[in-house]
């Protein structure tokens, strides 16, 4: 409650360790690790959470954006950059699901960012991992995704960015032959 994540992740640890089964303290757990950056524990935690409760979309959304980061970092191989990648879009696909109703439109939002970094992965990619035709879909999901949440909230002037960012990657993708 008071932000210090690291602590709560050693009170919210012990409290799972007592009860495993707590759907709350894993959920608590999970985005204790996640501002904590500690994305791979939050995955697991979130991971337990949604076979515990699996229509939690809550569980979901933050999974799918700790595996954002994932599949963003440097450190990350190809192959994981891409399983974790592809895990953000299902899990926001799944979050959207079950809360289709999600006002303020976040897993759109999210999962738009998610669509175009998968297709600037997949630009990026060499050997077998390149693929275009995967790449410029995904971007066109990015700017179908992105064009809702602007649909929805007309005002948004950073949703209004991240539609040209993608349709730039995308006519960048659709020239490059």
């Given at each position: 409650m008071d932000g210090d994540f690291k602590v709560a992740v050693a009170q919210l640890e012990r409290a799972c360790l007592i009860d495993s089964t707590n759907s709350t303290a894993l959920l608590m757990l999970?985005?204790?690790?996640?501002?904590?950056?500690?994305?791979?524990?939050?995955?697991?935690?979130?991971t337990k959470e949604i076979?515990?409760?699996p229509t939690d979309a809550t569980?979901?959304?933050?999974?799918?954006r700790a595996k954002g980061y994932l599949g963003k970092d440097n450190q990350t191989s190809p192959?994981?950059?891409?399983k974790y990648?592809?895990?953000?879009?299902?899990?926001?696909?799944?979050?959207?699901?079950?809360?289709?109703?999600d006002t303020r439109n976040k897993y759109y939002q999210v999962?738009?960012?998610?669509?175009?970094?998968?297709?600037?992965?997949?630009?990026?990619?060499?050997?077998?991992?390149?693929?275009?035709?995967?790449?410029?879909?995904?971007?066109?999901?990015?700017?179908?995704?992105?064009?809702?949440?602007?649909?929805?909230?007309?005002?948004?002037m950073d949703i209004s960015a991240l539609i040209d960012l993608s349709k730039q990657k995308l006519a960048e993708a659709q020239a490059h032959k």
């Amino acid at each position: 409650m008071d932000g210090d994540f690291k602590v709560a992740v050693a009170q919210l640890e012990r409290a799972c360790l007592i009860d495993s089964t707590n759907s709350t303290a894993l959920l608590m757990l999970g985005y204790s690790y996640y501002h904590s950056e500690n994305y791979k524990k939050s995955i697991a935690a979130y991971t337990k959470e949604i076979a515990i409760n699996p229509t939690d979309a809550t569980a979901y959304y933050y999974r799918a954006r700790a595996k954002g980061y994932l599949g963003k970092d440097n450190q990350t191989s190809p192959a994981d950059k891409e399983k974790y990648l592809l895990g953000a879009i299902f899990d926001l696909t799944k979050a959207i699901a079950i809360d289709p109703d999600d006002t303020r439109n976040k897993y759109y939002q999210v999962r738009g960012i998610a669509y175009r970094e998968y297709g600037v992965f997949k630009l990026q990619a060499t050997g077998h991992a390149y693929d275009k035709v995967r790449a410029i879909n995904s971007l066109k999901a990015s700017v179908t995704d992105l064009e809702k949440v602007l649909a929805d909230n007309p005002g948004r002037m950073d949703i209004s960015a991240l539609i040209d960012l993608s349709k730039q990657k995308l006519a960048e993708a659709q020239a490059h032959k």
